[in-house]
C-alpha cells in the first residue's frame, strides 16, 4: 500500500521499496514532492485532479535482508534531485539511530528541505501554509511508515 499526503502545493508520499543491491535491501520509502499545477476543470463541485509532479527530498529507511528485521544498515537520504534523478545518498548516522525522530525532524522544516533541494521559495505564503500542514501531519506520516515497515518485514520473514 502507498500513502499520499497533499497539502496546497507539496505532498509526501510513503510506500514500500525493494532495491535490487547486494545485499538487497527492503523498507519504506519517504518522498517530498511537489504537486503539479493544475487548471480549475468543470463547476465549483467537479471533481479536481490532484497530480503529484517533481520531487525534492528522499529518504529510504531501508534494512539490508542479510540481517535482522529493523536493522536499518540501508537508511539514508538524497537532499534533492535533478529532474527524476536522486542526488547521492547521504548517510547520518541519526537515520539509524533514530530513524523516526530523524524523520519528524526533517519533515519539521520545510523550508529547509526545499533550500536543500535546491528551491527558492522567498516569503510566499503557501510555504508557510504547507509547512505548518505537514507538521500537523507528521504523526500520521511517521505511523504510515511503521506500518510500511511492519508489511514489508513481514513478507520478508514469510519468504525466508
Known amino acids: ?26 523498507g519504506a520509502r519517504v518522498e517530498l514532492r511537489f504537486l503539479a499545477d493544475e487548471p480549475h476543470r468543470g463547476s465549483e463541485s467537479a471533481a479536481q485532479r490532484v497530480v503529484i509532479d517533481e520531487p525534492l527530498f ?8 542479510d540481517g535482522p528485521p529493523g536493522n ?20 547520518p548516522a541519526r537515520i539509524r539511530e533514530d530513524p523516526t525522530g ?7 522544516d520545510l523550508r529547509a528541505l526545499l533550500v536543500q533541494s535546491g528551491v527558492e ?10 509547512a505548518d500542514a505537514l507538521r500537523h501531519a507528521t504523526d500520521a506520516i511517521i505511523t504510515a511508515v511503521e506500518t510500511t515497515w511492519a508489511t514489508v518485514r513481514a513478507d520478508e520473514q514469510v519468504s525466508r
Open 121 to 130: 521559495a522567498g516569503n510566499e505564503a503557501w510555504v508557510d501554509a504547507d
Open 72 to 91: 536499518l544498515r540501508a537508511a539514508h537520504f538524497h537532499a534533492g534531485f535533478e529532474g527524476v534523478e536522486p542526488l547521492d545518498r547521504q548517510w
Open 58 to 65: 528522499r529518504a529510504d529507511l531501508f534494512d539490508q535482508l
Open 1 to 26: 500500500m502507498h500513502y499520499a499526503f497533499v497539502f496546497e502545493k507539496v505532498a509526501v508520499l510513503v510506500g514500500p521499496w525493494w532495491e535490487p543491491a547486494d545485499p538487497p535491501e527492503r
Open 102 to 108: 530523524w524523520l519528524t525532524a526533517q519533515l519539521g
